[in-house]
């Protein structure tokens, strides 16, 4: 299968890319505005990985050019880009390939990190409302933490909660995600539940904040 994460220059998905680069054998595609920037990331993560004695089957390109090789379309943005990214990919976008966004709209003050979902209800949904009509929408990886995953020297057991409409491409995400040692998948439903699961991420980074000893924390239904 042929993963492609946009934005894959970026913290979160810098630690997808080493997770799956690691515990899978899934080819990779680094997509950024800039291919330069993606060919530079798959460098670096090359290196990583060959320090752990692991290889991968990684390669960088421009957005369009990963998301149109690709079977799921990862995408690891900012939410405020996220619109226009799938927007800017729509037209090689098919029913055959799965969207998956772990993106999350939130603001700062002093008191913390606070919820700020987009008109649409969720970050989720606004994909959705932005993919092409039959492209499979599913919400994943959203509380966790950026650099838990890129340590690949770190272990986790920890759990992802996904949404989407569309349960076989919720099927497949789900097993994917479970090839990552470590990782479990939990079914939330319907991207309709989506503000639900998303709003735990400003949570998480409030608990990591405020107490000392669970920084990077992660989420663990039991």
């Known amino acids: 299968m042929r ?5 894959g220059t970026g ?9 799956f680069a690691r ?17 530079d990331a798959v460098e670096e993560y090359n290196s990583v990985l060959e320090s752990h004695g692991a290889t991968a089957d990684c390669k960088g390109f421009a957005n369009e050019m990963a998301a149109d090789r690709a079977d799921v379309v990862i995408l690891s943005v900012p939410p405020y880009h996220i619109g226009d990214t799938v927007e ?16 999350v709209g939130m603001k700062g003050d002093e008191d913390g990190m606070h919820y700020h979902p987009p008109g649409t209800g969720s970050v989720s949904e606004l994909v959705a409302q932005r993919a092409p009509d ?10 966790l933490a950026a650099g838990k995953l890129a340590n690949i020297e ?5 759990d992802t909660l996904l949404v989407g409409d569309d349960g076989d491409a919720k099927e497949l995400v789900r097993n994917l995600t479970n090839e990552i040692e470590g ?13 639900e699961v998303e709003s735990v991420t400003p949570l998480v980074i409030n608990i990591a904040k405020h107490n000392e000893e669970l920084h990077d ?6």
Do not use: C, M, Q
């Open 11 to 19: 913290d979160i998905g810098e630690g997808l890319a080493l997770r």
């Open 217 to 222: 924390v992660g989420v663990k239904w039991v």
């Open 154 to 158: 770190l272990e986790f057991d920890l």
């Open 183 to 195: 990782l479990r998948a939990l079914d939330a439903g319907p991207l309709a539940n989506a503000a």
């Open 88 to 103: 800017a990919v729509a037209d090689v976008l098919d029913e055959d390939t799965i969207l998956v966004t772990p993106a």
């Open 3 to 7: 993963i492609a994460l946009l934005g």
């Open 134 to 143: 039959g492209v499979p929408v599913v919400g994943a990886y959203h509380n």
């Open 23 to 39: 515990d899978t054998d899934h080819e990779l595609l680094i997509g950024s505005r800039d291919p330069e920037r993606a060919r």
